[in-house]
């Protein structure tokens, strides 16, 4: 259901204790990494033999497992070259283990100077071990100039680009150019991605990416578990199945919560949202001036009107408040609005019992606004945020919360105790206990509002049908983001509208499951 995603520093751990303690040497390690780059390449590419092969090693581990490819393409024929950044005599340990290999089996190399002017020999393909995961800060001029040149090479068609372990010149942990990096058509990656890598940033840097066993045993990595994960389809199979048995009162009976004037389409998708994903009933609770307008002409959908007139006033909420239990999940937020009578509404609402609850929208607003409210909330309630309402919850620009998406998430989860949904291209899921789920999709297709009215509503109904918090977090997330990409098929240049993306729901399980 979930892959590892270790940061830069986990990876070099995980390659320590395997090392250190399980006493597989470091030479065996790199041999396996530049053999199984070496098939990925073919995989890839194509026969080599007789192709010209141009490869780039820097001084660390990278060019370790450049010198290894090296040795091996040579002997499948193929015409190879060498650039190497350090002198011969700069390399150490594993790395230089392998140079002395590839010399004595007569591989050409040369020492790769700093000069004014980069250039590179034509080449039908050219590899990439120049930087590895363990870069941080920002590329020298050389090797700006050589990831330049190498880039040119690429866009030309001139050669084919493949980046060893990460394109040079990309965070490992961010997925960020620091400031240019390495595009290439094809990554291999070692054990597990690198976190940066499957970020929505990394993707015009890495191509088609390729994760590659190296040998790292599963004990190390139960043992050190990294602090994220990549959702993977399997979570799909964690929605519960249909029974010959089951009826719409064993499927869940989800409560959604909002609605003001001119924003009463917000609370109707979700309600449309959660029948879509397998609720049973779904009765969307709104101020009663407005509950035909909520309805929008859907006879399956049921509303609840509460009070007299068009807002959350007090006899609204005194109505709502006593028949909260019976109800399995709560969907708080949708087209809310921001006035007193919802700041009101939500402070009456944390005071009752709730239902496992999904905050939403205007809900947040409340909730950012009055930080006093925060410590009512219920454990393991599920937050959907999108990067501007995080802004407002940790009192930060969209563009501080987008720049450090993961830490973000994570810190807030952790110290409210909720499950956090930042949503965007690879939402990201902060879980209380410190890890943090990130979705591989992106999907324009998403970019249409109403769009996370639909994810409340999935997610809502999901808890409704038992599954916990964290599955229904991560499920509806991973439901949400194929429900796009799926679209995308019918709308290349988008257009769909919200009520596409629910309907695409049920189309999505018929071919993932089915």
């Known amino acids: 259901m979930f892959s590892p995603l270790p940061t830069p520093f986990e990876m070099a751990g995980w390659d320590s204790v395997t090392i250190n303690e399980i006493g597989i040497r470091g030479e065996i390690l ?63 340990g594993d790395a230089a ?37 363990g870069f941080q800060g920002e590329l020298r001029q050389f090797a700006m100039d050589i990831v330049s040149e190498i880039n040119k ?55 088609r990416l390729i994760v590659a066993p190296i040998g790292i045993p599963a004990e190390v990595k139960a043992k050190h578990s990294p602090a994220n994960f990549l959702i993977r389809n399997e979570v799909l199979e964690n929605i519960p199945r249909p029974t010959p048995a089951m009826h719409k009162g064993t499927s869940g009976h989800v409560l959604l919560i909002g609605a003001s004037k001119g924003l009463t389409g917000a609370l109707h998708l979700a309600g449309l949202s959660a029948m879509r994903a397998g609720a049973g009933y779904a009765t969307m609770a709104c101020p009663a001036g407005l509950a035909s307008e909520v309805k929008g002409g859907r006879p399956e959908l049921m509303t609840m009107g509460l009070g007299s007139g068009e807002t959350w006033d007090e006899q609204a909420i005194a109505e709502l408040l006593p028949i909260l239990n019976r109800y399995e999940s709560v969907v708080i937020g949708p087209g809310l609005g921001r006035d007193e009578g919802a700041h009101r509404l939500i402070a009456e609402l944390l005071d009752a019992d709730l239902p496992p609850s999904v905050f939403d929208a205007d809900a947040l607003y409340v909730l950012a606004r009055d930080s006093h409210l925060m410590q009512k909330i219920p454990r393991n309630s599920i937050f959907t945020p999108h990067p501007g ?20 998430a994570r810190k807030y989860a952790v110290s409210k105790q909720v499950y956090l949904v930042l949503k965007g291209a690879g939402t990201v899921i902060g879980c209380p206990d410190g ?57 290349p240049y988008r257009g769909n509208i919200a009520t596409e993306i629910a309907d695409m729901l049920p189309v999505v399980l018929k071919e993932e499951l089915c």
Not at 103 to 115: D, E, H, L, N, Y
Request: hydrophobic share 45%; net charge negative; proline share 4%.
């Open 435 to 491: 890890r943090t789920l990130i979705s591989p999709l992106a999907a324009p297709n998403l970019a249409a509002a109403g769009s996370g009215d639909i994810l409340a509503g999935i997610t809502g109904a999901l808890l409704a049908r038992s599954l916990s918090p964290m599955q229904s977090a991560c499920i509806g997330v991973y439901w949400h983001g194929l429900a796009g990409l799926y679209l995308n098929e019918e709308f």
């Open 97 to 133: 283990y392998h140079m002395k290999i590839a010399s004595r089996m007569g591989v050409a190399m040369k020492f790769f100077r700093q000069t004014s002017t980069v250039t590179l020999p034509d080449s039908d393909i050219i590899i990439d071990g120049l930087l590895g995961t």
């Open 30 to 92: 790199m041999e396996n990494a530049g053999r199984e780059a070496v098939f990925t390449l073919l995989d890839e590419y194509g026969e080599v033999a007789g192709k010209s092969i141009l490869i780039i090693s820097g001084s660390g581990n990278n060019g370790g497992d450049g010198f290894v490819m090296g040795r091996l393409l040579a002997d499948m024929g193929a015409e190879v070259l060498i650039l190497h950044t350090a002198p011969k005599n700069g390399y150490k």
């Open 389 to 408: 309402e995080m802004g407002r919850l940790v009192k930060k620009t969209i563009s501080e919360v987008e720049e450090n998406r993961l830490e973000t």
């Open 153 to 207: 090479a690429g866009a030309s068609g001139r050669s084919f680009i493949f980046s060893v372990d990460v394109p040079s010149g990309l965070n490992g942990l961010t997925g960020r150019p620091q400031p240019i990096a390495v595009k290439a058509h094809a990554t291999v990656t070692f054990e597990n991605a690198k976190v940066g890598l499957i970020l929505p940033e990394a993707a015009d840097y890495t191509g």
